[in-house]
C-alpha cells in the first residue's frame, strides 16, 4: 500500500516534471517562430521600398546605371530566396544589404538628390528598417539561443529528442566582404 | 529577459509589501485615537487606498498624459520619432505598438505610461524632439520601452498611489490630532489623560515618520527600476553611448518642466524637479545621480547585462550590483554597434530637427502654414477669419 502511494508519487512527479519541460520548449519554439516572422515582415518592407528608392535615384543619377542594376538584381534574388531557410535567405539580404549601403553612398555626391522631399522620406523609411531587421534578428538570434541552449541541455534536451524538437538556425548577416560599409571620399 | 521580470515581480511584491505595512500600521492607529476601534480604522485607510488604486488603474494613463498637456501624434506627424519606437519596440520583443504623444515644452523629458504593455504609451517633449539626434533619441526611447517591458509602470503607478494614501491621511490625521489634541481632548482630563497624551505623542511621530519611509521605500524601487532600464535600452540599441549623451544632455538643461507633478516625478527619464536655474545633474532623489548614470554607460565594454553590471560595481568602488543575479544567467557576450553620423540621411542635423518640431508643434496647434514663393512660412491661428494675407517678406497676398 505504502510503496504504492510512494511509486504513484513518484510517477506523479515525473509526469509533471516531463509535461513543464515540454511546455517550456514549445514556448520558447513559438518566441523563436514569432521572433522570424518579425524579420520576414521587416525584411519585406525592404523589398517593397527599393523600386521606389531606385525609381527616385534613377531621376537625379541615371548615370550610375551599374550601382541601380546591382541593387535591382540583389533585390529581385532577396525576394527569390524567400521561404528557402535562413541560411539562404540571409546569405542574399546580406548581399542586398551591401549593395544598398553602396546606392547610399553614391547618392552623397548629388546634392539635387539629397535634397529631394521624397528621397529624404524614403531614405528615412531605408534607414529605420535596416534598423528594424538588424533590431528584429538580434531578437531572434537571441531566442535562438535560448532554445537552442534548452534543447541541448540536459534534462530538457531528452524530451527535445524525445518530440523531435529540432535546432533553430542563426539568422547571421556576416558576409564581411558584403557588410562592408564603404567608405566615402570627397 | 523573462526572468528578469520575474524577479522584479517578487521584489516588487515585497517593497509594496513593506509600504502597504505602513498604511496598515497607520490605519491602525487612527482606529485606535478616533474610533477606540482599530479594526475600524484599518476598514477606513484600506477603503482609501482601494478607491484610490481603481481609479489609477483604470485612468492613470489618461490622468497622467491630460496633466502633462500631451497630445498624441500619428506616424506623418513625424516619421523618425515614430520608426525609432517602432525599432525599439522590435529590439524589445513587445508585441503591441505603444501610442505616442508629444508634450509642447521646451524642456527635456520623457515618460512611458500605461497598466500593461498592450496598453502602454510613451511621451516625449518638443525640447527632447528637438535637441537629441537619432541615436540619442533611440536611447531615451529604448529607456522607456524597458519601463514598459519590465511592466515597472504598473508598479510605480501603484507605489504612488500607495504613498499618496499614507501621504494623505497622515496629513490630515496629524492635523487633527494636532488641534483636536490641543481643544477638544483636555475637556475630558481625568485618569485617561497620561494615557491619552502618550497615545497622542505616539501618533504624531508616528505620522510623521510614515510618509517619509513610505517615500524612501518608493525612491529606492524608483531607483533600482531606473539603472535596470539603463542597462535595458543599451542592450536593445547596442549602443550606451546613445544613452549617455542624452542623459548628458537632459542633465546639462536648466529649462524645467511646466507640468510636471510631484507625486509623479519618478515617472520621467530624469527627475524634473530641482531648484530653477540649476542643471539637473545630481539633485534628485528619485533617480540615481545622471553623472553616474551616463559614467556607468560609458564604461560599458559590451552591450549585456553582465557588462552593465560590471561597469556598475566599477563605477561604486564599493563594488555592489544593479540587476537581479537571475537576469544575468546564461546571456552571452552582446557586442557594441558604431554611432550612425549626425547630418547623415536620415539623421538630420539640429538646424533641420529645430524646424521639423516647430512645424510639427504649429500643426498640432491647428495653425494653417503657407509656403509663400519666396520661402517665407505665413503661420495662420486658427481663429483667423479674414481671407488674404500679406506676406510681409515679399509682398505676395494668399488667400487663407
Given at each position: 500500500?505504502?510503496?504504492?502511494?510512494?511509486?504513484?508519487?513518484i510517477v506523479v512527479v515525473i509526469l509533471i516534471g516531463l509535461i513543464v519541460i515540454y511546455n517550456g520548449l514549445i514556448r520558447l519554439r513559438n518566441q523563436m517562430k514569432n521572433a522570424w516572422s518579425q524579420i520576414d515582415v521587416q525584411l519585406k518592407r525592404r523589398h517593397d521600398l527599393i523600386p521606389n528608392l531606385v525609381e527616385t535615384v534613377k531621376g537625379y543619377a541615371s548615370h550610375e546605371r551599374e550601382t541601380l542594376e546591382a541593387v535591382t538584381n540583389a533585390r529581385n534574388q532577396a525576394q527569390g530566396a524567400v521561404g528557402k531557410g535562413v541560411g539562404v535567405q540571409a546569405q542574399a539580404e546580406g548581399a542586398l544589404g551591401g549593395a544598398l549601403s553602396r546606392l547610399l553612398a553614391v547618392a552623397e555626391a548629388y546634392p539635387d538628390l539629397?535634397?529631394?522631399?521624397?528621397?529624404?522620406?524614403?531614405?528615412?523609411?531605408?534607414?529605420?528598417?535596416?534598423?528594424?531587421?538588424?533590431?528584429?534578428?538580434?531578437?531572434?538570434?537571441?531566442?535562438?539561443?535560448?532554445?537552442?541552449?534548452?534543447?541541448?541541455?540536459?534534462?530538457?534536451?531528452?524530451?527535445?529528442?524525445?518530440?523531435?524538437?529540432?535546432?533553430?538556425?542563426?539568422?547571421?548577416?556576416?558576409?564581411?566582404?558584403?557588410?562592408?560599409?564603404?567608405?566615402?571620399?570627397? | 529577459?523573462?526572468?528578469?521580470?520575474?524577479?522584479?515581480?517578487?521584489?516588487?511584491?515585497?517593497?509594496?509589501?513593506?509600504?502597504?505595512?505602513?498604511?496598515?500600521?497607520?490605519?491602525?492607529?487612527?482606529?485606535?485615537?478616533?474610533?477606540?476601534?482599530?479594526?475600524?480604522?484599518?476598514?477606513?485607510?484600506?477603503?482609501?487606498?482601494?478607491?484610490?488604486?481603481?481609479?489609477?488603474?483604470?485612468?492613470?494613463?489618461?490622468?497622467?498624459?491630460?496633466?502633462?498637456?500631451?497630445?498624441?501624434?500619428?506616424?506623418?506627424?513625424?516619421?523618425?520619432?515614430?520608426?525609432?519606437?517602432?525599432?525599439?519596440?522590435?529590439?524589445?520583443?513587445?508585441?503591441?505598438?505603444?501610442?505616442?504623444?508629444?508634450?509642447?515644452?521646451?524642456?527635456?523629458?520623457?515618460?512611458?505610461?500605461?497598466?500593461?504593455?498592450?496598453?502602454?504609451?510613451?511621451?516625449?517633449?518638443?525640447?527632447?524632439?528637438?535637441?537629441?539626434?537619432?541615436?540619442?533619441?533611440?536611447?531615451?526611447?529604448?529607456?522607456?520601452?524597458?519601463?514598459?517591458?519590465?511592466?515597472?509602470?504598473?508598479?510605480?503607478?501603484?507605489?504612488?498611489?500607495?504613498?499618496?494614501?499614507?501621504?494623505?491621511?497622515?496629513?490630515?490625521?496629524?492635523?487633527?490630532?494636532?488641534?483636536?489634541?490641543?481643544?477638544?481632548?483636555?475637556?475630558?482630563?481625568?485618569?485617561?489623560?497620561?494615557?491619552?497624551?502618550?497615545?497622542?505623542?505616539?501618533?504624531?511621530?508616528?505620522?510623521?515618520?510614515?510618509?517619509?519611509?513610505?517615500?524612501?521605500?518608493?525612491?529606492?524601487?524608483?531607483?533600482?527600476?531606473?539603472?535596470?532600464?539603463?542597462?535595458?535600452?543599451?542592450?536593445?540599441?547596442?549602443?550606451?553611448?546613445?544613452?549617455?549623451?542624452?542623459?548628458?544632455?537632459?542633465?546639462?538643461?536648466?529649462?524645467?518642466?511646466?507640468?510636471?507633478?510631484?507625486?509623479?516625478?519618478?515617472?520621467?527619464?530624469?527627475?524634473?524637479?530641482?531648484?530653477?536655474?540649476?542643471?539637473?545633474?545630481?539633485?534628485?532623489?528619485?533617480?540615481?545621480?545622471?553623472?553616474?548614470?551616463?559614467?556607468?554607460?560609458?564604461?560599458?565594454?559590451?552591450?549585456?547585462?553582465?557588462?552593465?553590471?560590471?561597469?556598475?560595481?566599477?563605477?561604486?568602488?564599493?563594488?555592489?550590483?544593479?540587476?537581479?543575479?537571475?537576469?544575468?544567467?546564461?546571456?552571452?557576450?552582446?557586442?557594441?554597434?558604431?554611432?550612425?553620423?549626425?547630418?547623415?540621411?536620415?539623421?538630420?542635423?539640429?538646424?533641420?530637427?529645430?524646424?521639423?518640431?516647430?512645424?510639427?508643434?504649429?500643426?498640432?496647434?491647428?495653425?494653417?502654414?503657407?509656403?509663400?514663393?519666396?520661402?517665407?512660412?505665413?503661420?495662420?491661428?486658427?481663429?483667423?477669419?479674414?481671407?488674404?494675407?500679406?506676406?510681409?517678406?515679399?509682398?505676395?497676398?494668399?488667400?487663407?
Open positions: 500500500m505504502v510503496v504504492g502511494i510512494v511509486i504513484a508519487a539629397k535634397a529631394n522631399q521624397n528621397f529624404l522620406a524614403l531614405q528615412e523609411e531605408l534607414t529605420s528598417t535596416e534598423n528594424k531587421i538588424a533590431f528584429s534578428r538580434q531578437f531572434y538570434n537571441d531566442a535562438v539561443l535560448g532554445y537552442n541552449n534548452k534543447t541541448q541541455m540536459f534534462p530538457s534536451n531528452v524530451i527535445a529528442g524525445m518530440f523531435s524538437f529540432k535546432e533553430g538556425e542563426f539568422f547571421e548577416l556576416e558576409a564581411p566582404a558584403e557588410r562592408e560599409v564603404p567608405k566615402v571620399s570627397f | 529577459m523573462w526572468e528578469q521580470i520575474r524577479s522584479n515581480r517578487i521584489k516588487s511584491i515585497f517593497l509594496v509589501a513593506a509600504m502597504a505595512g505602513v498604511l496598515l500600521v497607520i490605519g491602525f492607529f487612527i482606529g485606535m485615537a478616533f474610533f477606540g476601534n482599530p479594526l475600524a480604522g484599518l476598514i477606513v485607510a484600506l477603503i482609501i487606498w482601494g478607491i484610490m488604486s481603481l481609479v489609477a488603474y483604470f485612468q492613470g494613463d489618461n490622468i497622467f498624459l491630460s496633466i502633462s498637456k500631451a497630445r498624441k501624434i500619428e506616424r506623418d506627424d513625424n516619421p523618425r520619432l515614430y520608426n525609432i519606437v517602432e525599432e525599439m519596440k522590435i529590439a524589445s520583443g513587445l508585441a503591441h505598438m505603444p501610442d505616442i504623444y508629444i508634450i509642447d515644452d521646451p524642456a527635456m523629458n520623457a515618460f512611458a505610461t500605461g497598466r500593461n504593455p498592450e496598453k502602454a504609451a510613451v511621451a516625449v517633449t518638443s525640447g527632447l524632439l528637438q535637441k537629441l539626434n537619432r541615436d540619442e533619441l533611440q536611447g531615451v526611447i529604448g529607456h522607456e520601452m524597458a519601463h514598459i517591458n519590465n511592466r515597472d509602470v504598473l508598479l510605480m503607478t501603484m507605489c504612488g498611489v500607495l504613498l499618496g494614501a499614507i501621504v494623505m491621511i497622515s496629513w490630515y490625521v496629524t492635523h487633527m490630532l494636532f488641534w483636536g489634541g490641543m481643544s477638544g481632548r483636555r475637556g475630558s482630563g481625568g485618569g485617561g489623560g497620561q494615557a491619552q497624551i502618550i497615545l497622542l505623542l505616539v501618533g504624531i511621530v508616528l505620522m510623521i515618520l510614515a510618509p517619509i519611509l513610505a517615500q524612501l521605500i518608493y525612491f529606492a524601487i524608483s531607483r533600482k527600476r531606473e539603472y535596470l532600464a539603463d542597462a535595458s535600452s543599451a542592450q536593445y540599441t547596442r549602443y550606451p553611448e546613445g544613452l549617455a549623451s542624452a542623459l548628458e544632455k537632459l542633465g546639462g538643461s536648466t529649462a524645467q518642466l511646466q507640468t510636471a507633478n510631484k507625486a509623479l516625478a519618478p515617472m520621467y527619464i530624469t527627475n524634473p524637479f530641482r531648484k530653477k536655474g540649476m542643471a539637473a545633474s545630481d539633485l534628485s532623489s528619485t533617480h540615481p545621480p545622471i553623472s553616474e548614470r551616463v559614467r556607468i554607460l560609458r564604461s560599458m565594454g559590451g552591450a549585456s547585462f553582465a557588462d552593465y553590471n560590471n561597469a556598475y560595481a566599477s563605477v561604486h568602488q564599493s563594488g555592489g550590483s544593479a540587476i537581479p543575479a537571475s537576469a544575468l544567467a546564461g546571456t552571452g557576450a552582446i557586442g557594441l554597434r558604431a554611432a550612425s553620423s549626425e547630418g547623415a540621411v536620415g539623421n538630420p542635423g539640429k538646424l533641420e530637427r529645430t524646424r521639423e518640431v516647430s512645424d510639427l508643434m504649429w500643426r498640432k496647434n491647428n495653425y494653417k502654414t503657407i509656403n509663400c514663393g519666396c520661402g517665407t512660412k505665413l503661420r495662420v491661428p486658427p481663429n483667423v477669419k479674414k481671407f488674404t494675407i500679406k506676406c510681409p517678406h515679399c509682398g505676395t497676398t494668399h488667400t487663407v
